[in-house]
């Protein structure tokens, strides 16, 4: 059993930046491909970022590529997602997912987090 626990959001202006954390719990963490996915109101959850599982590989959504960047900490059980020129379309409840077999599809999650939420303002 894997725990995820998001942190980091907050209400930025437009163009300011956002780091977000999250803690997993257990001593596996390692073993797992981690992502950070997103959903604004009344829109489906997306993809934003993953790293595979020693960070050695990145990928992004188009939408935040040369904004955001991925991060892992293997020694610390902690994923990174750090935010920059912001925009108000970047709103939404992020979340933190851990994927063993590292497809990072929604419905192949192993672990979720409860999201964490970034509101940007214009």
């Known amino acids: 059993q894997v725990q995820l626990v998001e942190s980091g959001g907050g209400l930025v202006q437009a163009g300011a930046s956002l780091r977000l954390s999250c803690a997993a719990s257990g001593r596996t963490f390692s073993s797992y491909a981690m992502g950070w996915f997103r959903q604004a109101p009344g829109k489906e959850r997306e993809l934003v970022a993953t790293?595979?599982?020693?960070?050695?590989?990145?990928g992004y959504a188009g939408s935040v590529k040369g904004r955001f960047a991925i991060s892992r900490d293997n020694a610390k059980n902690t994923v990174y997602l750090q935010m920059n020129s912001l925009k108000p379309e970047d709103t939404a409840v992020y979340y933190c997912?851990?994927?063993?077999?590292?497809?990072?599809?929604?419905?192949?999650?192993?672990?979720w987090g409860k999201g964490t939420l970034v509101t940007v303002y214009s």
């Open positions: 997912a851990a994927d063993a077999r590292g497809t990072m599809t929604t419905y192949g999650i192993d672990y």
């Open positions: 790293i595979s599982w020693t960070g050695g590989s990145t």
